[in-house]
Protein backbone atom coordinates (compact mmCIF):
# COMPACT_ATOMS: atom_id res chain seq x y z
CA UNK A 1 0.00 0.00 0.00
CA UNK A 2 2.92 2.20 1.00
CA UNK A 3 4.94 1.99 -2.53
CA UNK A 4 1.68 3.35 -4.29
CA UNK A 5 1.03 5.96 -2.30
CA UNK A 6 3.64 8.52 -4.09
CA UNK A 7 1.45 6.83 -7.51
CA UNK A 8 -1.72 8.06 -5.43
CA UNK A 9 0.19 11.36 -4.81
CA UNK A 10 1.04 11.95 -8.27
CA UNK A 11 -2.37 11.42 -9.91
CA UNK A 12 -4.44 13.99 -6.82
CA UNK A 13 -1.50 16.55 -7.71
CA UNK A 14 -2.44 16.06 -11.79
CA UNK A 15 -5.92 16.20 -11.40
CA UNK A 16 -5.53 19.21 -8.75
CA UNK A 17 -3.61 21.17 -11.64
CA UNK A 18 -5.45 20.15 -14.39
CA UNK A 19 -8.68 21.91 -12.44
CA UNK A 20 -6.46 24.81 -12.53
CA UNK A 21 -5.99 25.09 -16.14
CA UNK A 22 -9.64 24.26 -16.54
CA UNK A 23 -10.57 27.49 -14.12
CA UNK A 24 -7.83 29.65 -16.11
CA UNK A 25 -9.37 29.14 -19.17
CA UNK A 26 -13.24 29.52 -17.91
CA UNK A 27 -12.27 32.80 -15.76
CA UNK A 28 -10.72 34.15 -19.05
CA UNK A 29 -13.34 34.21 -21.47
CA UNK A 30 -15.71 34.95 -18.44
CA UNK A 31 -14.24 38.39 -18.55
CA UNK A 32 -14.73 38.94 -22.53
CA UNK A 33 -17.99 41.30 -22.71
CA UNK A 34 -18.97 41.16 -26.06
CA UNK A 35 -20.59 44.91 -25.76
CA UNK A 36 -16.80 45.52 -26.72
CA UNK A 37 -14.73 45.64 -29.99
CA UNK A 38 -11.12 44.60 -29.09
CA UNK A 39 -8.50 47.18 -28.60
CA UNK A 40 -6.12 49.38 -30.80
CA UNK A 41 -3.01 47.77 -30.38
CA UNK A 42 -4.60 44.16 -31.00
CA UNK A 43 -5.98 45.74 -34.28
CA UNK A 44 -2.16 46.06 -35.36
CA UNK A 45 -0.06 42.79 -34.08
CA UNK A 46 -3.03 40.93 -35.84
CA UNK A 47 -2.28 42.97 -39.08
CA UNK A 48 1.49 41.88 -38.54
CA UNK A 49 -0.08 38.63 -40.27
CA UNK A 50 0.06 40.05 -43.58
CA UNK A 51 2.98 41.36 -43.28
CA UNK A 52 5.28 38.68 -41.72
CA UNK A 53 9.06 40.41 -41.51
CA UNK A 54 11.94 39.76 -38.73
CA UNK A 55 11.52 43.19 -36.80
CA UNK A 56 8.99 45.67 -36.84
CA UNK A 57 9.02 49.26 -35.68
CA UNK A 58 6.58 48.79 -32.94
CA UNK A 59 7.48 45.45 -31.31
CA UNK A 60 9.88 42.72 -32.13
CA UNK A 61 8.27 39.57 -34.59
CA UNK A 62 7.31 37.28 -32.69
CA UNK A 63 3.78 38.42 -32.07
CA UNK A 64 3.33 38.30 -36.18
CA UNK A 65 4.20 34.65 -35.70
CA UNK A 66 1.53 34.12 -33.20
CA UNK A 67 -0.81 36.20 -35.59
CA UNK A 68 -0.30 34.12 -38.72
CA UNK A 69 -1.28 31.34 -36.47
CA UNK A 70 -4.87 32.89 -35.37
CA UNK A 71 -5.16 33.99 -38.68
CA UNK A 72 -4.81 30.35 -40.22
CA UNK A 73 -7.78 29.48 -37.33
CA UNK A 74 -10.14 32.41 -38.37
CA UNK A 75 -8.82 35.06 -36.67
CA UNK A 76 -11.78 34.96 -34.79
CA UNK A 77 -12.18 36.96 -31.23
CA UNK A 78 -11.73 33.28 -29.48
CA UNK A 79 -8.55 32.38 -31.22
CA UNK A 80 -7.22 36.35 -30.34
CA UNK A 81 -8.31 35.83 -26.79
CA UNK A 82 -6.71 32.22 -26.34
CA UNK A 83 -3.53 32.26 -26.70
CA UNK A 84 -2.76 35.21 -23.90
CA UNK A 85 -4.64 33.19 -21.69
CA UNK A 86 -2.84 29.95 -22.50
CA UNK A 87 0.13 31.78 -21.64
CA UNK A 88 -1.09 32.52 -18.34
CA UNK A 89 -2.19 28.96 -18.35
CA UNK A 90 1.76 27.92 -18.92
CA UNK A 91 2.69 30.72 -16.26
CA UNK A 92 0.93 28.79 -13.85
CA UNK A 93 2.34 25.44 -14.59
CA UNK A 94 5.70 26.69 -14.57
CA UNK A 95 5.43 28.13 -10.83
CA UNK A 96 3.92 24.62 -10.35
CA UNK A 97 6.87 22.52 -11.43
CA UNK A 98 9.13 25.30 -9.86
CA UNK A 99 7.26 24.45 -6.50
CA UNK A 100 7.97 20.82 -6.78
CA UNK A 101 11.39 21.14 -8.16
CA UNK A 102 11.96 23.37 -4.30
CA UNK A 103 10.19 20.45 -2.65
CA UNK A 104 7.27 21.93 -1.70
CA UNK A 105 3.92 20.27 -0.05
CA UNK A 106 0.32 20.10 -1.84
CA UNK A 107 -0.52 22.76 0.12
CA UNK A 108 2.34 24.98 -1.59
CA UNK A 109 0.92 23.87 -4.81
CA UNK A 110 -2.61 24.45 -4.47
CA UNK A 111 -1.37 28.22 -2.29
CA UNK A 112 0.87 29.10 -5.35
CA UNK A 113 -1.36 28.19 -8.47
CA UNK A 114 -4.05 29.65 -6.13
CA UNK A 115 -1.75 33.37 -6.19
CA UNK A 116 -0.87 33.03 -9.55
CA UNK A 117 -5.08 32.41 -10.56
CA UNK A 118 -6.30 35.63 -8.62
CA UNK A 119 -3.78 37.69 -9.47
CA UNK A 120 -3.25 40.57 -12.47
CA UNK A 121 -2.27 38.38 -14.82
CA UNK A 122 -6.04 37.95 -15.33
CA UNK A 123 -6.29 41.20 -17.02
CA UNK A 124 -2.79 41.22 -18.31
CA UNK A 125 -3.76 37.51 -19.92
CA UNK A 126 -7.32 39.01 -21.56
CA UNK A 127 -5.66 41.40 -24.36
CA UNK A 128 -3.39 39.82 -26.99
CA UNK A 129 -0.16 41.93 -26.51
CA UNK A 130 3.12 40.91 -25.58
CA UNK A 131 2.68 41.35 -21.52
CA UNK A 132 1.63 37.57 -21.55
CA UNK A 133 3.93 36.10 -23.25
CA UNK A 134 6.85 38.35 -21.62
CA UNK A 135 5.27 37.25 -18.14
CA UNK A 136 5.85 33.56 -18.69
CA UNK A 137 9.52 33.84 -20.30
CA UNK A 138 10.63 35.81 -17.50
CA UNK A 139 9.25 33.02 -15.17
CA UNK A 140 10.24 30.39 -17.38
CA UNK A 141 14.13 31.82 -17.50
CA UNK A 142 13.67 31.58 -13.65
CA UNK A 143 12.43 28.61 -13.83
CA UNK A 144 15.62 27.29 -15.77
CA UNK A 145 18.03 29.10 -13.63
CA UNK A 146 16.25 26.93 -10.02
CA UNK A 147 16.89 24.52 -11.95
CA UNK A 148 20.62 25.14 -13.27
CA UNK A 149 21.02 25.68 -9.44
CA UNK A 150 20.21 21.86 -8.31
CA UNK A 151 21.49 20.49 -11.10
CA UNK A 152 24.30 22.22 -12.34
CA UNK A 153 23.38 20.38 -15.95
CA UNK A 154 24.65 22.25 -18.48
CA UNK A 155 21.33 21.40 -20.64
CA UNK A 156 19.31 24.30 -18.78
CA UNK A 157 22.25 27.08 -19.55
CA UNK A 158 21.19 26.31 -23.40
CA UNK A 159 17.60 26.19 -22.79
CA UNK A 160 17.58 29.34 -21.18
CA UNK A 161 19.00 30.98 -23.93
CA UNK A 162 16.41 29.90 -25.90
CA UNK A 163 13.79 30.93 -23.49
CA UNK A 164 15.68 34.42 -23.73
CA UNK A 165 15.57 34.38 -27.34
CA UNK A 166 11.64 33.84 -27.29
CA UNK A 167 11.04 36.73 -24.52
CA UNK A 168 13.80 38.97 -26.25
CA UNK A 169 11.89 38.26 -29.66
CA UNK A 170 8.52 39.02 -27.94
CA UNK A 171 9.53 42.48 -26.23
CA UNK A 172 12.53 43.71 -25.54
CA UNK A 173 11.66 44.55 -22.26
CA UNK A 174 13.04 41.10 -21.35
CA UNK A 175 16.65 42.64 -21.69
CA UNK A 176 16.34 44.17 -17.98
CA UNK A 177 15.87 40.75 -16.87
CA UNK A 178 19.76 40.15 -17.32
CA UNK A 179 20.17 43.64 -15.48
CA UNK A 180 18.49 42.14 -12.30
CA UNK A 181 20.03 38.56 -12.91
CA UNK A 182 23.96 39.21 -13.77
CA UNK A 183 24.92 41.26 -10.76
CA UNK A 184 23.07 38.98 -9.02
CA UNK A 185 24.82 35.55 -10.00
CA UNK A 186 28.06 37.49 -9.60
CA UNK A 187 27.91 38.44 -6.44
CA UNK A 188 26.81 34.64 -5.07
CA UNK A 189 28.57 31.50 -5.70
CA UNK A 190 27.58 30.74 -9.00
CA UNK A 191 29.57 33.66 -10.02
CA UNK A 192 32.00 30.31 -11.58
CA UNK A 193 29.04 30.20 -14.13
CA UNK A 194 30.73 32.63 -16.08
CA UNK A 195 34.20 31.12 -16.61
CA UNK A 196 32.43 27.86 -17.92
CA UNK A 197 32.96 27.75 -21.77
CA UNK A 198 28.84 26.43 -22.20
CA UNK A 199 27.89 29.68 -20.49
CA UNK A 200 29.97 31.29 -23.33
CA UNK A 201 28.21 29.09 -25.70
CA UNK A 202 24.63 29.53 -25.05
CA UNK A 203 25.17 33.16 -24.88
CA UNK A 204 26.70 32.57 -28.41
CA UNK A 205 23.39 30.68 -29.31
CA UNK A 206 21.15 33.07 -27.84
CA UNK A 207 22.73 36.05 -30.60
CA UNK A 208 22.45 33.64 -33.18
CA UNK A 209 18.79 32.94 -32.29
CA UNK A 210 17.91 36.57 -32.32
CA UNK A 211 20.78 37.55 -35.33
CA UNK A 212 18.09 38.25 -37.74
CA UNK A 213 16.15 40.55 -35.48
CA UNK A 214 19.27 42.55 -34.50
CA UNK A 215 20.05 42.97 -38.55
CA UNK A 216 16.62 44.04 -39.39
CA UNK A 217 17.19 46.66 -36.86
CA UNK A 218 20.23 47.16 -38.57
CA UNK A 219 19.20 47.65 -41.92
CA UNK A 220 16.39 50.13 -40.45
CA UNK A 221 18.27 52.42 -38.85
CA UNK A 222 17.52 50.97 -35.35
CA UNK A 223 13.87 51.84 -35.14
CA UNK A 224 13.52 50.06 -31.33
CA UNK A 225 15.69 53.31 -30.51
CA UNK A 226 13.74 55.73 -31.66
CA UNK A 227 10.98 54.55 -30.22
CA UNK A 228 12.40 53.63 -27.14
CA UNK A 229 13.74 57.33 -27.19
CA UNK A 230 9.81 58.91 -27.90
CA UNK A 231 8.78 56.94 -25.43
CA UNK A 232 11.11 57.98 -22.97
CA UNK A 233 10.42 61.53 -24.22
CA UNK A 234 6.75 61.75 -23.72
CA UNK A 235 5.44 59.15 -21.96
CA UNK A 236 8.30 58.07 -19.20
CA UNK A 237 9.21 60.98 -18.36
CA UNK A 238 6.12 62.26 -16.70
CA UNK A 239 6.01 58.89 -14.43
CA UNK A 240 6.46 59.30 -10.78
CA UNK A 241 9.08 56.78 -9.44
CA UNK A 242 7.29 56.63 -6.18
CA UNK A 243 4.05 56.22 -8.27
CA UNK A 244 6.10 53.00 -10.09
CA UNK A 245 6.66 51.13 -6.38
CA UNK A 246 3.34 52.06 -5.44
CA UNK A 247 2.18 50.08 -8.56
CA UNK A 248 3.64 47.12 -7.94
CA UNK A 249 1.83 46.54 -4.52
CA UNK A 250 -1.50 46.50 -6.13
CA UNK A 251 -0.82 44.08 -9.62
CA UNK A 252 -0.15 40.80 -6.60
CA UNK A 253 -2.03 42.54 -3.50
CA UNK A 254 -3.91 39.46 -2.79
CA UNK A 255 -0.38 37.54 -3.02
CA UNK A 256 1.66 40.49 -1.16
CA UNK A 257 2.42 38.87 1.56
CA UNK A 258 3.84 35.76 0.17
CA UNK A 259 6.22 37.49 -2.06
CA UNK A 260 7.33 39.05 1.14
CA UNK A 261 7.76 35.59 2.93
CA UNK A 262 9.43 34.89 -0.16
CA UNK A 263 11.99 37.34 0.39
CA UNK A 264 12.57 36.81 3.82
CA UNK A 265 12.91 33.08 3.51
CA UNK A 266 15.61 33.91 0.57
CA UNK A 267 17.48 35.80 2.82
CA UNK A 268 17.42 33.78 6.10
CA UNK A 269 15.72 30.07 5.34
CA UNK A 270 18.14 27.51 5.13
CA UNK A 271 17.07 25.16 2.59
CA UNK A 272 16.96 28.47 0.08
CA UNK A 273 20.68 29.66 0.65
CA UNK A 274 21.46 28.44 -2.96
CA UNK A 275 18.55 30.73 -4.15
CA UNK A 276 19.84 33.69 -2.43
CA UNK A 277 20.68 35.29 -6.04
CA UNK A 278 17.30 35.72 -5.97
CA UNK A 279 17.09 38.64 -3.59
CA UNK A 280 19.21 40.65 -5.44
CA UNK A 281 18.21 39.73 -8.92
CA UNK A 282 14.65 41.57 -8.05
CA UNK A 283 16.82 44.37 -6.38
CA UNK A 284 18.90 45.52 -9.15
CA UNK A 285 15.72 44.62 -11.47
CA UNK A 286 13.56 46.78 -9.73
CA UNK A 287 16.05 49.66 -9.30
CA UNK A 288 17.11 49.98 -13.14
CA UNK A 289 12.99 49.80 -13.77
CA UNK A 290 12.44 52.90 -11.23
CA UNK A 291 15.69 54.62 -12.20
CA UNK A 292 13.90 55.16 -16.00
CA UNK A 293 10.66 56.09 -14.65
CA UNK A 294 9.62 52.29 -16.42
CA UNK A 295 5.57 52.14 -16.57
CA UNK A 296 4.67 49.96 -13.43
CA UNK A 297 3.52 46.40 -15.24
CA UNK A 298 6.82 45.94 -17.09
CA UNK A 299 7.96 44.51 -14.14
CA UNK A 300 4.90 42.01 -13.53
CA UNK A 301 7.18 39.27 -14.66
CA UNK A 302 9.35 39.58 -12.03
CA UNK A 303 6.71 38.30 -8.88
CA UNK A 304 5.31 34.44 -10.10
CA UNK A 305 8.51 32.63 -8.96
CA UNK A 306 8.67 34.39 -5.98
CA UNK A 307 5.30 33.03 -5.22
CA UNK A 308 7.01 29.82 -6.05
CA UNK A 309 9.45 30.15 -2.86
CA UNK A 310 7.04 32.31 -0.52
CA UNK A 311 4.50 29.18 -0.97
CA UNK A 312 7.04 26.53 -0.11
CA UNK A 313 8.78 28.05 2.61
CA UNK A 314 5.05 28.84 4.45
CA UNK A 315 4.22 25.04 3.54
CA UNK A 316 7.03 23.75 5.28
CA UNK A 317 6.81 26.39 8.62
CA UNK A 318 2.82 25.03 8.82
CA UNK A 319 3.96 21.16 8.15
CA UNK A 320 6.41 21.51 10.98
CA UNK A 321 3.94 23.90 13.21
CA UNK A 322 0.91 21.94 12.78
CA UNK A 323 -0.66 24.73 12.10
CA UNK A 324 -2.73 23.59 9.14
CA UNK A 325 -6.25 25.37 10.37
CA UNK A 326 -3.95 28.75 8.67
CA UNK A 327 -3.83 26.44 5.30
CA UNK A 328 -7.59 27.35 3.93
CA UNK A 329 -6.79 30.62 5.24
CA UNK A 330 -3.57 31.45 3.72
CA UNK A 331 -5.70 30.18 0.32
CA UNK A 332 -8.50 32.56 0.25
CA UNK A 333 -6.77 35.59 1.05
CA UNK A 334 -5.94 36.14 -3.00
CA UNK A 335 -9.32 34.80 -3.53
CA UNK A 336 -11.29 37.57 -1.64
CA UNK A 337 -8.56 40.38 -3.10
CA UNK A 338 -10.18 39.05 -6.46
CA UNK A 339 -14.15 39.05 -4.82
CA UNK A 340 -13.34 42.68 -3.63
CA UNK A 341 -11.83 43.98 -6.36
CA UNK A 342 -13.59 42.33 -9.81
CA UNK A 343 -16.12 45.08 -10.59
CA UNK A 344 -13.40 47.31 -10.83
CA UNK A 345 -10.01 45.83 -11.87
CA UNK A 346 -10.91 42.59 -13.52
CA UNK A 347 -14.04 42.30 -15.60
CA UNK A 348 -15.28 44.59 -18.35
CA UNK A 349 -18.89 45.82 -17.60
CA UNK A 350 -20.81 47.09 -19.97
CA UNK A 351 -20.72 50.67 -20.87
CA UNK A 352 -24.27 51.30 -19.29
CA UNK A 353 -23.05 49.52 -15.89
CA UNK A 354 -19.95 51.56 -15.75
CA UNK A 355 -22.46 55.03 -16.39
CA UNK A 356 -24.86 53.99 -13.56
CA UNK A 357 -22.22 53.09 -11.34
CA UNK A 358 -18.95 55.38 -11.96
CA UNK A 359 -18.17 56.24 -8.38
CA UNK A 360 -16.31 53.86 -7.01
CA UNK A 361 -14.24 53.90 -11.32
CA UNK A 362 -13.76 57.46 -10.34
CA UNK A 363 -12.52 57.29 -6.36
CA UNK A 364 -9.30 54.91 -8.25
CA UNK A 365 -8.89 57.00 -10.61
CA UNK A 366 -9.98 55.08 -13.53
CA UNK A 367 -11.75 57.45 -15.17
CA UNK A 368 -9.18 60.18 -15.63
CA UNK A 369 -7.63 59.70 -19.06
CA UNK A 370 -4.14 60.76 -20.44
CA UNK A 371 -5.51 64.16 -21.39
CA UNK A 372 -5.90 64.87 -17.54
CA UNK A 373 -9.49 64.87 -18.04
CA UNK A 374 -12.64 62.91 -16.36
CA UNK A 375 -14.81 60.88 -18.56
CA UNK A 376 -17.99 58.84 -18.71
CA UNK A 377 -15.22 55.44 -19.13
CA UNK A 378 -11.93 54.29 -18.26
CA UNK A 379 -9.92 54.72 -21.00
CA UNK A 380 -9.10 51.53 -21.62
CA UNK A 381 -12.69 50.39 -22.01
CA UNK A 382 -13.52 53.44 -24.70
CA UNK A 383 -10.33 52.06 -26.27
CA UNK A 384 -12.73 48.75 -27.44
CA UNK A 385 -15.44 50.61 -29.06
CA UNK A 386 -16.01 52.37 -32.21
CA UNK A 387 -13.96 50.27 -34.16
CA UNK A 388 -16.29 47.83 -36.01
CA UNK A 389 -18.34 50.93 -35.94
CA UNK A 390 -15.93 52.78 -38.23
CA UNK A 391 -14.55 49.58 -40.54
CA UNK A 392 -18.52 48.92 -41.33
CA UNK A 393 -18.66 52.40 -42.52
CA UNK A 394 -15.64 52.60 -44.30
CA UNK A 395 -16.17 49.18 -45.94
CA UNK A 396 -19.54 50.37 -47.57
CA UNK A 397 -18.37 53.43 -48.69
CA UNK A 398 -15.52 51.68 -50.51
CA UNK A 399 -17.79 48.99 -52.32
CA UNK A 400 -19.70 51.78 -53.92
CA UNK A 401 -16.31 52.64 -55.70
CA UNK A 402 -16.52 51.24 -59.20
CA UNK A 403 -12.86 50.42 -59.37
CA UNK A 404 -12.06 49.49 -55.67
CA UNK A 405 -8.49 48.31 -56.00
CA UNK A 406 -7.53 51.93 -57.49
CA UNK A 407 -9.00 53.55 -53.83
CA UNK A 408 -6.63 54.65 -51.01
CA UNK A 409 -7.69 53.94 -47.47
CA UNK A 410 -5.29 56.80 -45.34
CA UNK A 411 -5.99 56.67 -41.67
CA UNK A 412 -4.65 59.02 -39.05
CA UNK A 413 -3.20 56.01 -36.36
CA UNK A 414 -3.22 52.38 -36.67
CA UNK A 415 -5.58 51.68 -34.85
CA UNK A 416 -7.89 52.84 -37.24
CA UNK A 417 -6.33 51.15 -40.21
CA UNK A 418 -6.20 47.86 -37.61
CA UNK A 419 -9.47 47.64 -37.04
CA UNK A 420 -10.93 48.30 -40.69
CA UNK A 421 -8.43 45.46 -42.47
CA UNK A 422 -9.82 43.11 -39.51
CA UNK A 423 -13.74 43.56 -39.71
CA UNK A 424 -13.98 44.72 -43.18
CA UNK A 425 -16.10 42.12 -44.93
CA UNK A 426 -14.63 43.42 -48.89
CA UNK A 427 -10.91 41.27 -49.00
CA UNK A 428 -9.62 44.24 -51.01
CA UNK A 429 -10.63 47.13 -48.74
CA UNK A 430 -7.23 47.63 -47.05
CA UNK A 431 -6.25 50.41 -45.02
CA UNK A 432 -2.87 52.63 -44.24
CA UNK A 433 -1.35 55.12 -41.95
CA UNK A 434 1.59 57.14 -41.87
CA UNK A 435 1.50 55.78 -37.97
CA UNK A 436 3.59 52.69 -36.23
CA UNK A 437 4.19 49.70 -38.72
CA UNK A 438 1.62 50.77 -41.58
CA UNK A 439 4.44 53.17 -43.02
CA UNK A 440 6.20 50.36 -44.44
CA UNK A 441 3.08 48.79 -45.71
CA UNK A 442 1.64 51.21 -48.52
CA UNK A 443 1.74 49.85 -52.11
CA UNK A 444 2.90 52.49 -54.07
CA UNK A 445 3.25 50.25 -57.21
CA UNK A 446 -0.21 51.31 -58.88
CA UNK A 447 -2.15 54.62 -59.12
CA UNK A 448 -5.09 55.73 -56.89
CA UNK A 449 -7.80 57.42 -58.03
CA UNK A 450 -9.84 58.05 -55.22
CA UNK A 451 -8.86 59.02 -51.27
CA UNK A 452 -10.87 57.67 -48.13
CA UNK A 453 -9.13 59.71 -45.40
CA UNK A 454 -10.38 58.79 -42.00
CA UNK A 455 -8.78 61.40 -39.34
CA UNK A 456 -9.05 61.53 -35.46
CA UNK A 457 -11.54 64.31 -33.88
CA UNK A 458 -8.74 66.29 -32.92
CA UNK A 459 -7.68 66.52 -36.55
CA UNK A 460 -10.14 66.57 -38.94
CA UNK A 461 -11.21 70.48 -38.99
CA UNK A 462 -9.46 71.59 -42.29
CA UNK A 463 -8.92 68.13 -44.48
CA UNK A 464 -11.60 68.87 -46.78
CA UNK A 465 -9.69 72.60 -47.51
CA UNK A 466 -6.36 70.96 -47.51
CA UNK A 467 -7.17 68.03 -49.25
CA UNK A 468 -10.37 69.04 -51.87
CA UNK A 469 -8.10 70.93 -54.67
CA UNK A 470 -6.05 67.48 -55.75
CA UNK A 471 -9.51 65.89 -56.62
CA UNK A 472 -12.76 66.31 -58.51
CA UNK A 473 -14.95 66.19 -55.40
CA UNK A 474 -15.26 66.00 -52.07
CA UNK A 475 -17.32 65.16 -49.17
CA UNK A 476 -17.97 63.92 -46.04
CA UNK A 477 -18.80 60.15 -45.96
CA UNK A 478 -19.76 59.55 -42.03
CA UNK A 479 -18.28 59.90 -39.14
CA UNK A 480 -17.67 57.54 -35.65
CA UNK A 481 -21.20 58.33 -33.50
CA UNK A 482 -20.47 55.99 -30.57
CA UNK A 483 -20.02 58.79 -27.87
CA UNK A 484 -18.67 56.57 -25.66
CA UNK A 485 -15.79 55.20 -27.94
CA UNK A 486 -12.43 56.85 -27.26
CA UNK A 487 -12.24 57.66 -31.47
CA UNK A 488 -15.66 59.53 -31.32
CA UNK A 489 -15.88 61.91 -33.74
CA UNK A 490 -13.20 60.43 -35.86
CA UNK A 491 -14.47 61.47 -39.72
CA UNK A 492 -14.36 59.46 -42.91
CA UNK A 493 -13.37 61.97 -46.19
CA UNK A 494 -14.34 60.32 -49.33
CA UNK A 495 -12.42 62.01 -52.42
CA UNK A 496 -12.77 61.61 -55.81
CA UNK A 497 -10.93 61.48 -59.56
CA UNK A 498 -7.73 62.86 -58.37
CA UNK A 499 -6.54 65.76 -60.46
CA UNK A 500 -2.81 64.61 -59.35
CA UNK A 501 -0.78 61.47 -58.74
CA UNK A 502 -1.30 61.38 -55.07
CA UNK A 503 1.82 58.81 -54.54
CA UNK A 504 4.30 61.58 -55.24
CA UNK A 505 2.43 63.81 -51.67
CA UNK A 506 2.62 59.88 -50.06
CA UNK A 507 6.11 59.66 -51.13
CA UNK A 508 7.22 62.97 -49.57
CA UNK A 509 5.36 62.56 -46.41
CA UNK A 510 6.80 59.06 -45.63
CA UNK A 511 10.53 60.46 -46.68
CA UNK A 512 9.99 63.03 -43.92
CA UNK A 513 8.18 60.93 -41.43
CA UNK A 514 11.09 58.56 -41.41
CA UNK A 515 13.85 61.49 -41.68
CA UNK A 516 12.38 62.82 -38.68
CA UNK A 517 13.03 59.59 -36.56
Same mark, same amino acid.
Given at each position: ??????????????????????????????????????????????????????????????????????????????????????????????????????????????????????????????????????????????????????????????????????????????????????????????????????????????????????????????????????????????????????????????? $??? =? +? *?? /??? &?? #???? !?????????????????????????????????????????????????????? $??? =? +? *?? /??? &?? #???? !????????????????????????????????????????????????????????????????????????????????????????????????????????????????????????????????????????????????????????????????????????????????
Amino acid at each position: MEARDPQIQMTKKSIILICFIIAKFLLQYFLYNPAYDLQRDEYLYLDQANHLAWGYVSVPPLTSWISSIIAYLGNTVFWVRFFPALFGVLTIIIVWKAIEELKGTLFALILGATCVLFSCLLRVNFLYQQNSLDVLSWTAFYFVLIKYINTEKTKWLFIGAVIFAIGFLNKYNFLFLLCGIFPAILLSQQRKLFAKKEFILSILLALLLILPNLIWQYNNHFPVYHHMKELAERQLVNNSRLDFFKEQIFYFIGS $LLI =I +L *IA /VYA &LL #FYAP !FKKYKLFVFAMIFTLAVFDYLRAKGYYAIGLYPIYISFGSVFVGDILKKNRKKY $LQP =I +L *IS /VPV &LF #FILL !FNVFFSDKSPEYIIKNPQSYKELGLLRWEDGKDHSLPQDNADMLGWKELAYKVDSIYSKFPKEEQTLILCDNYGLAGAINYYAGNVKCTAVSFNADYINWFNLNKRYDNLIRVKENDNKENELTTSSPFFDSAFIGDSVTNPLAREYGTTIFVFKKARVDIRNRIKKEIEKIKSDH
